[in-house]
């Protein structure tokens, strides 16, 4: 059992959807603790440190859903890849479409992974021990480091 | 003698008039207006058939006296396009094929094929213009309307495909969430639920499921409509591909479903394993009491291939075999069985869009045969 649940940020912007990830988070028995931004604008303002998100810890991941209101998944993407200092940041494309041309705008961005969001209880469960296992437990991850080297 | 050869010249001068006049009544029979101009003086016509009256509203002689008419009656755009062109073809000795608009008495534009040519002498030098106008304005309206339609077609395509994708995008995470807060729904509260409801909750379940199902079958069906790129396929790899994807449904009702040789065809890989699937597909669903049986080979017929799916189902009335393969057709209940009535509807439309055409045999009880046909591609042709 690790020490303290690994932190992710979840741009989702719908309420259900939100609630629908935390149940599936809690049935999973995953160590994951969900930060949620709203749209994209809060997204970039938690991944900034700026504003009521002063201090707050940089997650590990990123799961972020692609048609968001004020700034869209796609802008989100182009940022955190434009911004030295969130380049290296896992960014997992969690979303309703499944169209050829989102999942080719997400990977040419340089996003790690374009997951469809999933039908059934069962299988978001799944979803969400997979990532956690894959993303969290197996994959090395540069945050780390990187946030120490800018301390 | 004098008088000899003056009746031998007469003589002479009367059959060339008679062949003058013969070729003079046939050329001002023609449909098309033929006349004869000066070199080097654009518009100077020495002579203009008689029709051209009838089409433009002046007679010959106003074409042929004052040289002004013609460029003064050509529209003022095509009058820059046509003017270098006609001097360069002419100097150059080229035959000279331009559609331009002619102004008519009243004003109102003609579109002229002007076709000419200019006749040269025995030393080889041009002396004057031969040519013909043809009226070309129905042709000419038609084009453009046909242009404006295309256009048109193209722009409510395109918004089609907008609202299509919009639509299938709003819709689809709705009925993911029904589907998901549903089950969270059942998952927490479970033991508190009465019974009644636990079946209510299933029913929405199973409505959202249709719904979501319905959305992915018409996101499939709209996405048909973009052009096709056609080039040369093995249909045997495609084959290898749709059997392996419908793998699970074919083991999981039991059915046997065999394959000849396949040809090499025209038509594009992904939109060829939608209807060989689709049409599998159907075979599994419209079984009858026995297992499901069904074969898939193909025919050469002249420059095509004849592909056929023959099921062991419980077929198709004849009077109803057209109908399958219309949008949401279905013939028998969701209950009896499942599906959405889209499949036939996507394998038409495919088949139709790789230049080909689909039909079903069939008979109730004696199972279904369907058909389809694409162009062959040469057997040497990579897929």
Same mark, same amino acid.
């Given at each position: 059992m690790s020490a303290s649940p690994k932190r992710v940020l979840l741009v989702e912007d719908d309420p259900s959807d939100v609630m629908l990830m935390e149940e599936a988070l809690k049935e999973s028995g995953a160590s994951i603790e969900f930060q949620v931004a709203r749209d994209g604008i809060e997204a970039m303002a938690y991944l900034g440190g700026q504003g009521a998100f002063a201090g707050a810890a940089r997650p590990s991941l990123v799961l972020l859903d692609?048609?968001?209101?004020?700034?869209?998944g796609e802008e989100v993407l182009r940022e955190i890849r434009g911004d030295p200092a969130l380049k290296l940041l896992p960014v997992l494309v969690l979303t309703t479409s499944a169209s050829e041309k989102d999942v080719r705008a997400a990977y040419s961005l340089g996003a790690n992974a374009f997951i469809t969001k999933p039908t059934g209880m069962d299988r978001l469960r799944e979803l969400v021990s997979l990532i956690e296992r894959f993303w969290l437990v197996c994959a090395s991850l540069p945050v780390e480091s990187e946030r120490a080297s800018i301390k | 003698m004098r008088t000899e050869r003056q009746s031998r010249e007469d003589e002479l001068q009367t059959r060339l008039d008679l062949a003058e006049a013969r070729f003079r009544a046939l050329a001002e029979r023609l449909p098309i207006i033929t006349y004869v101009s000066a070199m080097d003086v654009q518009g100077a016509f020495t002579y203009i058939s008689p029709q051209v009256e009838p089409l433009l509203g002046y007679k010959p002689a106003e074409w042929t006296t004052g040289r002004g008419l013609w460029l003064q009656r050509m529209d003022p755009d095509d009058r820059q396009r046509i003017l270098p062109l006609l001097a360069r073809a002419h100097r150059s000795g080229e035959r000279f094929s331009m559609e331009y608009r002619l102004r008519d008495r009243a004003g109102v534009a003609k579109w002229i094929l002007d076709e000419s040519e200019a006749v040269r002498d025995e030393a080889g030098r041009a002396r004057f213009i031969q040519g013909t106008w043809t009226d070309v304005t129905e042709r000419k309206r038609l084009e453009q309307e046909s242009a404006r339609a295309g256009r048109e077609l193209a722009s409510s395509r395109s918004e089609l495909e907008q609202f299509v994708s919009v639509t299938s995008h709003e819709l689809k995470a709705p009925l993911r969430r029904i589907v998901n807060l549903g089950e969270m729904l059942a998952q927490r509260h479970g033991s508190r639920i009465p019974a009644e409801a636990t079946g209510l909750l299933a029913q929405i379940r199973d409505s959202a499921a249709a719904a979501q199902e319905l959305l992915a079958g018409l996101v499939v069906y709209a996405e048909t409509d973009r052009r096709a790129a056609l080039a040369p396929v093995d249909m045997e790899e495609v084959a290898r591909r749709a059997f392996e994807e419908l793998a699970e449904s074919i083991a999981a009702s039991g059915a046997r479903v065999t394959r000849g040789a396949l040809p090499k065809v025209w038509a594009e890989p992904a939109l060829l394993e939608r209807v060989l699937c689709n049409l599998v597909d159907n075979a599994l669903k419209f079984r009858g009491k026995a297992s499901p049986e069904a074969h898939l080979w193909a025919e050469r017929s002249g420059k095509e291939w004849v592909i056929s799916l023959r099921d062991n189902g419980i077929g198709i009335h004849p009077r109803q075999a057209q109908r399958i %393969?219309?949008? %949401?057709?279905?013939?028998?209940t969701r209950e009896e069985y499942g599906g959405v009535g889209l499949g036939l509807a996507v394998c038409k439309k495919i088949v139709e869009r790789l230049g080909g055409r689909i039909w079903v045999e069939s008979e109730p009880g004696e199972g279904s045969t369907f058909h389809f046909t694409l162009r062959a591609a040469p057997e040497g042709s990579s897929a």
């Open positions: 692609w048609r968001l209101p004020q700034k869209s | %393969f219309s949008i %949401f057709e279905r013939l028998h």
